[in-house]
């Protein structure tokens, strides 16, 4: 082979990589999946007209089924792993709007409503997502099917995938078998500030924030839930009944307290109220003690 001859084949192996490169990275429209998505998404939704598109490793179909836009994506294995419907309000469970009207008037009084999502996912429970705005900030509000919060989320315009199931390490998957056998998952996500692992479950109907800590082999640090304030020791509510003379017109919120067990024993965070002012959390052990 000349050197001509073998600059040109260089050139064309070349080109040959970038557009091989090129496409790999292509995120636009493919009607022309493998047959395996296709067999994957015809199993679970039937003959519905779709279009696909890919998102990485990823394929996504686009779909209406009963006058809904929905959107079902599967890995690269062709399993399915999650459903993103566009709903509308009046269309979320009673205890969701509920919960949600209640928001509106306190913490998001001032937010409008946006869009509504329901998801359904591998190996997780359906939630709901409402999308609130106000001015330039727009947040995502997570329902459980029971109308509980379980989380707040800054919504950045990002594409779903922020949405898909979380895969949980097998110590996480051992301590929550153990101590909460036939949970059901909601959400798990790392938290910006403290850097745990919070993990929502349903647990006997009741929800519950089970936290570990990925920097030391995802040991658990804590579990903590709702209570009602009637339920919370008589050493706890005396405590914080001396606690609050000390903020001047604030008084013990006495609805609900939060229950939170950790390794080294049992506290409760009891909240103090004021009109117009920030609410004050105090942490007492269920002994009575203040927790340091």
Not at 157 to 186: F, M, Q, R
């Amino acid at each position: 082979m000349n050197t001509m001859k073998l600059k040109l084949f260089f050139m064309l192996v070349a080109m040959g990589m970038l557009s091989l490169s090129i496409q790999s990275c292509d995120d636009d429209d493919d009607e022309n999946a493998p047959q395996k998505w296709e067999s994957a998404f015809v199993q679970k939704f039937g003959n519905e007209a779709h279009s696909w598109s890919t998102r990485g490793a990823k394929y996504v179909a686009k779909f209406k089924q009963d006058n809904l836009e929905k959107e079902a994506w599967f890995d690269a294995n062709g399993e399915w792993l999650m459903t993103e419907t566009d709903i509308k309000y009046e269309s979320l469970p009673t205890e969701v709007k509920t919960a949600f009207e209640k928001l509106q008037t306190s913490t998001y009084k001032d937010w409008t409503r946006d869009d509504v999502d329901m998801l359904e996912r591998k190996g997780m429970e359906t939630v709901y997502v409402i999308e609130v705005e106000k001015g330039k900030e727009e947040k995502d509000l997570y329902f459980d099917v029971k109308g509980n919060l379980l989380k707040e989320d800054v919504d950045n315009g990002k594409d779903s995938e922020h949405y898909l199931p979380s895969e949980l390490d097998a110590a996480v998957t051992k301590v929550l078998n153990e101590k909460y056998a036939g949970y059901k998952l909601l959400e798990a996500e790392v938290d910006r500030t403290t850097k745990l692992l919070e993990v929502d479950i349903l647990f006997n109907g009741k929800p519950y924030e089970v936290c570990f800590n990925p920097a030391n082999k995802h040991e658990w640090v804590s579990t903590s839930c709702e209570v009602l304030y009637a339920d919370v020791p008589a050493a706890v509510k005396q405590t914080a009944d001396k606690e609050v003379k000390k903020y001047a017109g604030y008084e013990v919120d006495d609805d609900e307290a939060e229950k939170v067990e950790t390794p080294n024993g049992v506290y409760y965070i009891v909240e103090f109220e004021k009109d117009l002012e920030k609410d004050i959390e105090v942490k007492i052990n269920e002994d009575g003690t203040l927790k340091k």
